[in-house]
């Protein structure tokens, strides 16, 4: 079976995730756990970041690769459009959306972090209490200290956030112009993108992730609860609805009983 060693609220995670979904492909969820668990990602993959998919002795990192594999090795449901002028554009958009949304959304993470409960909801759910609430308890102040550290200053920040307004005002537009979907009237490889890498804007709400219930449908004041992205949101439901499969605890080896899902290494 398909391995995909990735985060569970990792928007590049997200993004592989919808397209395993949109192409029917069982595959099981291997959660690495932030530091050491890296190091594991590093040893099998020679980079640090997740996703990365394992498929039999094949290993595929970064999010378009892995995409981009998965359309070439499995081509039920392409997800890559066969006319020229829809290929470059979906080509495009999720170059675009990756370089764009990816960054940006990471930008403005920084601001929702200061909401204790997401903070805590990005730890693996296998995350003892104690280590839970610590986080839990970090101030305000100190978020905007690492920040800083980060390189995020406010400027940053407010400019990221005007640049995701302008972004998510042009995906409207492209929705209300073209057939349902960002490049024609089916979901390419575009869509997927743009919607799994806007997951921590609005955390999706149904079963489809293994986050605390109260965490689902909330985001980052100012696009979460904005009117004007109505459409997009509502898009967005209908592509998960449509194709994103539910949330299923690991099947052990045997088969017999679920597990929680599986990690690597201990932090
Ligand atoms: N270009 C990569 C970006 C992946 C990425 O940024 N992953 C983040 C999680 S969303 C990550 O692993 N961050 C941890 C780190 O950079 O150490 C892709 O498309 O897969």
Not at 42 to 61: C, E, H, T, W, Y
Not at 72 to 91: M, S
Not at 134 to 148: K, M, T
Request: hydrophobic share 40%; proline share 7%; with cysteine.
């Amino acid at each position: 079976m398909l391995e995909l060693y990735q985060f569970e609220l990792s928007p590049f995670s997200e993004k592989v995730r919808l397209v395993l979904d949109y192409k029917r492909l069982a595959y099981r969820k291997i959660e690495v756990v932030p530091g050491l668990g890296q190091l594991e990602l590093f040893r099998m993959s020679g980079q640090r970041q997740a996703p990365v998919l394992k498929d039999g002795n094949k290993v595929i990192a970064d999010s378009t690769a892995i995409a981009l594999y998965l359309d070439k090795t499995y081509p039920d449901r392409p997800i890559i459009p066969t006319d020229l002028q829809q290929k470059a554009n979906c080509l495009l958009l999720e170059q675009w959306a990756d370089n764009s949304l990816g960054n940006q959304g990471r930008t403005i993470l920084l601001e929702s972090l200061k909401s204790s409960s997401l903070r805590t909801s990005i730890l693996p759910t296998s995350t003892p209490d104690i280590l839970k609430n610590l986080v839990g308890s970090i101030p305000r102040e100190a978020i905007d200290i690492l920040g800083l550290g980060l390189g995020f200053t406010p400027d940053s920040i407010k400019a990221a956030k005007a640049e995701m307004h302008r972004s998510l005002e042009s995906i409207c537009m492209l929705l209300t112009q073209n057939g349902g979907y960002l490049t024609g009237d089916t979901p390419t490889l575009a869509d997927l993108t743009v919607a799994g890498l806007s997951l921590l804007l609005k955390i999706p709400e149904g079963p489809y992730l293994d986050v605390p219930f109260n965490l689902k449908g909330k985001g980052v004041p100012g696009f979460a609860d904005n009117p004007e992205y109505d459409l997009f949101f509502t898009w967005r439901d209908k592509l998960y609805a449509d194709f994103r499969k539910p949330h299923l605890p690991n099947i052990n080896n045997s088969g017999a009983a679920p597990t929680t899902p599986t990690t690597i290494a201990i932090d």
